[in-house]
């Protein structure tokens, strides 16, 4: 029996049933309590499927989760199929239940250091060292927001990313888009597949920034181009109603446009630390720096596994829950090899 607590604050005692490992069988994690075949850093969609999928291999596996999965500012979780409109912390309860009914332990602690030392040696803010044969790495990203006032608290209402994820919630009102890069072109076109009503704030872009091309697709698209920089955000009984220019006797001139949903582009900052600490490569792409994995989540250091939204901008819940259960099966397959390689040598 194992000590762990839950994510609802409670600590409980769970047997491994059914699993071989504590006879010392192929699931076996040498080294005491606090030895794992694999530690999961990140209770998200993709560190649950991973978990999910080694607790059903029956291996021995622990979740460390700080518990801020990414979209928990929205109140609807849409677009993965059969949990479409589920609460994000419903189907993540819902996952803690079910990685719970294998065995599986989870944590509620960050992981503030790892190091190699065969395995893996995985420290918790909580004080406890854990060790791991293969480490998953599920931490997510960070949304960096532009800093206009006002913007940060809408951020998953009406402040919004992706219209994958909310397009057809706000369908057909007064759209902004707020451009932070001559990307949000890209963006600006997207959106208008969900309302007809579009405006461009240019805010931190430059109009000459702006290609021929970029302005006849605008113009074709029937989106409205406002240059000048955005102050604040208008808020009226807890909705957005308005986009306010700067002053300053430009172009930009204090004006407000009455908006009911703003697109904005947060910088993506995946949570990659422990990775790089660990020596994983890393490369650029055009949304930030993720790591080098190969199709199954493995980074360059043996052992060493990445899923969901740190290793990869676009992942739906969906898309990372796959990457998670995609790295998990490939974590068995190379533990079961390990060990079996182990007893043809002896
Ligand atoms: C506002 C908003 C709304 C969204 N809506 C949708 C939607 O409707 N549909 C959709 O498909 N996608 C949506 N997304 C995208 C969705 O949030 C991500 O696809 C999904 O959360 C990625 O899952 P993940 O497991 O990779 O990361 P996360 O869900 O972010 O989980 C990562 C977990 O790791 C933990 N963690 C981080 N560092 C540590 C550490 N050092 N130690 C321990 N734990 C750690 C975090 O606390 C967190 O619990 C939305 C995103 C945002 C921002």
Same mark, same amino acid.
């Given at each position: 029996?194992?000590?762990?607590?839950?994510?609802?604050?409670?600590?409980?005692?769970?047997?491994?049933?059914?699993?071989?490992?504590?006879?010392?069988?192929?699931?076996?994690?040498?080294?005491?309590?606090?030895?794992?075949?694999?530690?999961?850093?990140?209770?998200?969609?993709?560190?649950?499927?991973?978990?999910?999928?080694?607790? +059903?291999?029956?291996?021995?596996?622990?979740?460390?989760?700080?518990?801020?999965?990414?979209?928990?500012?929205?109140?609807?979780?849409?677009?993965?199929?059969?949990?479409?409109?589920?609460?994000?912390?419903?189907?993540?309860?819902?996952?803690?239940?079910?990685?719970?009914?294998?065995?599986?332990?989870?944590?509620?602690?960050?992981?503030?250091?790892?190091?190699?030392?065969?395995?893996?040696?995985?420290?918790?803010?909580?004080?406890?060292?854990?060790?791991? +044969?293969?480490?998953?790495?599920?931490?997510?990203?960070?949304?960096?927001?532009?800093?206009?006032?006002?913007?940060?608290?809408?951020?998953?209402?009406?402040?919004?990313?992706?219209?994958?994820?909310?397009?057809?919630?706000?369908?057909?009102?007064?759209?902004?888009?707020?451009?932070?890069?001559?990307?949000?072109?890209?963006?600006?076109?997207?959106?208008?597949?969900?309302?007809?009503?579009?405006?461009?704030?240019?805010?931190?872009?430059?109009?000459?920034?702006?290609?021929?091309?970029?302005?006849?697709?605008?113009?074709?698209?029937?989106?409205?181009?406002?240059?000048?920089?955005?102050?604040?955000?208008?808020?009226?009984?807890?909705?957005?109603?308005?986009?306010?220019?700067?002053?300053?006797?430009?172009?930009?001139?204090?004006?407000?446009?009455?908006?009911?949903?703003?697109?904005?582009?947060?910088?993506?900052?995946?949570?990659?630390?422990?990775?790089? +600490?660990?020596?994983?490569?890393?490369?650029?792409?055009?949304?930030?720096?993720?790591?080098?994995?190969?199709?199954?989540?493995?980074?360059?250091?043996?052992?060493?596994?990445?899923?969901?939204?740190?290793?990869?901008?676009?992942?739906?819940?969906?898309?990372?829950?796959?990457?998670?259960? +995609?790295?998990?099966?490939?974590?068995?397959?190379?533990?079961?090899?390990?060990?079996?390689?182990?007893?043809?040598?002896?």
């Amino acid at each position: 029996m194992t000590e762990h607590t839950t994510n609802t604050g409670r600590t409980e005692q769970t047997g491994h049933a059914g699993r071989s490992g504590h006879a010392g069988g192929p699931g076996h994690a040498p080294g005491g309590a606090d030895a794992y075949e694999v530690v999961v850093v990140g209770g998200g969609a993709a560190g649950l499927s991973a978990a999910l999928v080694l607790g +059903r291999a029956r291996r021995r596996t622990l979740v460390v989760d700080a518990g801020e999965p990414r979209n928990a500012p929205a109140a609807h979780m849409q677009g993965y199929l059969s949990r479409d409109g589920m609460s994000p912390a419903e189907f993540l309860a819902t996952g803690r239940e079910e990685i719970a009914r294998y065995g599986v332990e989870l944590v509620r602690d960050r992981v503030v250091d790892a190091t190699r030392d065969g395995g893996f040696a995985v420290a918790l803010a909580g004080g406890r060292t854990v060790r791991a +044969r293969q480490l998953v790495v599920a931490t997510g990203l960070k949304d960096e927001l532009p800093p206009v006032e006002g913007l940060a608290e809408r951020f998953g209402r009406d402040v919004l990313h992706c219209p994958y994820c909310h397009g057809w919630e706000v369908r057909d009102q007064a759209f902004g888009v707020l451009a932070t890069s001559p990307m949000s072109v890209h963006q600006a076109l997207m959106v208008t597949q969900w309302s007809k009503d579009v405006k461009l704030f240019l805010h931190t872009v430059g109009e000459a920034e702006l290609s021929d091309e970029d302005l006849r697709r605008l113009a074709a698209a029937g989106v409205d181009v406002v240059p000048g920089e955005v102050a604040a955000l208008v808020v009226e009984d807890d909705r957005l109603t308005g986009v306010r220019l700067a002053g300053g006797g430009t172009a930009a001139d204090g004006t407000v446009h009455a908006r009911q949903v703003l697109f904005v582009a947060p910088r993506a900052v995946p949570r990659t630390g422990l990775l790089a +600490r660990l020596g994983a490569e890393t490369t650029e792409t055009p949304f930030g720096r993720y790591p080098v994995v190969d199709g199954r989540g493995l980074t360059t250091v043996p052992g060493l596994w990445a899923a969901g939204n740190a290793s990869g901008f676009a992942e739906q819940v969906v898309n990372a829950a796959s990457r998670g259960y +995609r790295a998990g099966a490939a974590i068995n397959g190379e533990l079961l090899t390990a060990d079996l390689d182990a007893a043809v040598r002896v």
